[in-house]
């Protein structure tokens, strides 16, 4: 194994620092804010930054290591910004689902009552909404 | 190693630690359903990082393949949750 140069040491352990201070600041909101639409930004801040931070840290010290470009830690990142908006979405509908079918104050209605109540004519795609609400309700 | 790259080591996985008490506070306290799904994914991504973390320090390569796995985990418990408390079933 060849020594890595302390430049480069010195930009990752700059690097940590910043992912171990982020993740924690994502963390405390976790705790702090009240409602769960509140608490999907913290988490991003996680999923985003903190991860690209100690991904690219982990590529810079495997490239010094190997004294070749190393970029396969780079995966992750790339994996989770394809995961983590599909999850994201999933969570926030089922927290509007629930809070809707809890009867909370200022819930936005669904969009296919919206329909409804203007009154449009029927098309297929009202077919579908309709058949979508007599599916889940 | 330099000393300064252990100390970032040993600072970040302190980090991670705290952050992952304060996330399982949030499993534990819920009060929400979709809270502690979150909190799950969340204990997920943080026992991602510290593998990562744990490589670098040990100047390994096969950390690497288990962060990614603990990646892939995480997605798939989280939306096959998030699926299940909206539709009461995973797969329809």
Known sequence: ?????????????VLLVMSGILVLASSIGCVRLPTFIQL??????????GNWVTCLAAALYFSALAR???????LIPILL???????????ARVSLHRA??????????????????AGEPATAADDGASDRAGGSG | ???????????????????????LYRLLRGPRAQDRVLAIDLLYFH???VMLVIGIDHGSDAYFEMALLIALFG??????????????????
Not at chain 1, 68 to 74: D, E, G, I, V
Not at chain 1, 85 to 91: C, G
Not at chain 2, 17 to 23: C, R, Y
Not at chain 2, 75 to 92: N, Q
């Open chain 1, 40 to 49: 999907m930004h913290p988490s991003a801040l996680a999923y985003t930054l």
């Open chain 1, 1 to 13: 194994m060849n020594a890595v140069p302390f430049w480069v040491e010195a930009i990752v352990a």
């Open chain 2, 1 to 23: 190693m330099s000393p300064l790259l252990s100390g970032a080591i040993a600072f970040a996985l302190g980090c991670y630690a705290i952050a992952s008490v304060l996330v």
């Open chain 2, 47 to 49: 026992a991602l990082l």
């Open chain 1, 100 to 117: 809707r079918l809890a009867g909370v104050e200022g819930t936005p209605p669904a969009l296919w009552t919206l329909r409804a109540d």
């Open chain 1, 81 to 91: 910004s394809v995961t983590v908006p599909v999850t994201t979405v999933l969570l």
């Open chain 2, 75 to 92: 997605f798939v418990s989280t939306a096959a949750m998030a699926k299940f408390i909206l539709r009461g079933e995973v797969i329809e």
């Open chain 1, 68 to 74: 070749a470009p190393m970029l396969h830690p780079l």
